[in-house]
């Protein structure tokens, strides 16, 4: 079965300052990864992926993620946080038999991490 | 503009009652998930569909039902057998083209359902 771990419930940073929200993910196979956001009783906006190639992936709004195959991780970064930035994300993964035949993609989310960007 | 409809925003139930959430997309997607979000615990799959009058139990699928009559609507139903249904629930489209796996999830502003 495949998994998504976020270790950190909340993540805080100052505004202009760097930031790091951890996923570590645990597969069959190679993973697809991905990035979400969510802001407060809205649903989750894409924000990134990772499928093949270049191991640093660039996203929305000045995101970017690192894959690590080595450490199974999937970090999402972004070198100047915003006020505007504090909100929860997701990170997800599927891989193996959770790629369905048909094309759907059965995703696996992790508990989400709530990032507060304070002035 | 593109996107996913869900409605009701709010939903108050009794115990005991069948309720219906909506989900409509004009993306012209084939693929469409239910998922649930409790606090803490992340999304959990519901159910899927990739195509039209086909649809999948996922992983949380005791106490909901589903129908997938029309390529633009995936309405879920969770019924008196589900025994904590006080929860935020999102609906998603994504295409079946491309890649298997990279296909993006495209999501609805969610139905929040609270038993009372």
């Known amino acids: 079965a495949q998994s998504v771990a976020q270790p950190e419930d909340q993540v805080n940073v100052a505004e202009g300052n760097p930031l790091t929200v951890k996923c570590t993910y645990s597969?069959?196979?190679?993973?697809?990864l991905f990035w979400y956001v969510q802001y407060p009783n809205r649903g989750l906006q894409f924000l990134l992926k990772?499928?093949?190639?270049?191991?640093l992936v660039k996203g929305s709004y000045g995101f970017e993620a690192e894959f690590n195959k080595s450490q199974t991780s999937f970090h999402l970064k972004k070198p100047s946080a915003l006020v505007s930035d504090s909100a929860l994300y997701f990170c997800?993964?599927?891989?193996?038999?959770?790629?369905?035949?048909?094309?759907?993609?059965?995703?696996?989310f992790g508990t989400g991490t709530q990032l507060k960007v304070e002035l | 503009d593109g996107g996913i409809t869900q409605s009701p925003k709010y939903l108050f139930r009794k115990e005991g009652q069948n309720v219906t959430l909506s989900c409509e997309q004009n993306?012209?997607?084939?693929?469409m998930y239910w998922y649930r979000q409790d606090p803490g615990q992340g999304l959990r799959l519901i159910y899927y569909?990739?195509?039209?009058?086909?649809?999948q139990k996922g992983d949380i699928a005791e106490g909901y039902s589903v129908s997938r009559e029309k390529k633009e609507s995936f309405p879920l139903t969770v019924t008196s057998a589900q025994k904590n249904p006080t929860a935020f629930y999102l609906c998603?489209?994504?295409?079946?083209?491309?890649?298997?796996?990279?296909?993006?999830?495209?999501f609805g502003a969610g139905s929040r359902l609270t038993v009372l």
């Open positions: 998603a489209s994504s295409p079946t083209t491309g890649e298997a796996g990279a296909n993006v999830l495209t």
């Open positions: 993306l012209n997607h084939d693929a």
């Open positions: 990772y499928i093949t190639g270049d191991n």
């Open positions: 569909s990739q195509i039209v009058n086909d649809f």
């Open positions: 597969v069959s196979g190679n993973p697809y």
């Open positions: 997800a993964v599927s891989a193996g038999a959770n790629i369905l035949t048909g094309g759907g993609n059965k995703l696996t």
